[in-house]
């Protein structure tokens, strides 16, 4: 670490951590799904305050 810093011991680091590239591969799912349950929120919040 003190030869190369620490950015490059936790790129190093990183790169061997299997759970942390796989956490990586579902960022974009894990951003759809999100999108979407807000939007299902949203459209039932909106429901609500039509039928009162």
Do not use: C, H, M, W
């Not at 030869?3 to 590239?21: H, I, M, P, R, W």
């Amino acid at each position: 670490t003190a030869a190369y810093g620490s950015t490059t011991s936790f790129q190093v680091f990183n790169e061997y951590d299997n759970q942390l590239k796989r956490a990586i591969e579902f960022l974009p799912q894990a951003k759809q799904l999100a999108l979407e349950g807000a939007k299902v929120n949203a459209s039932k919040q909106k429901s609500e305050l039509n039928n009162k």
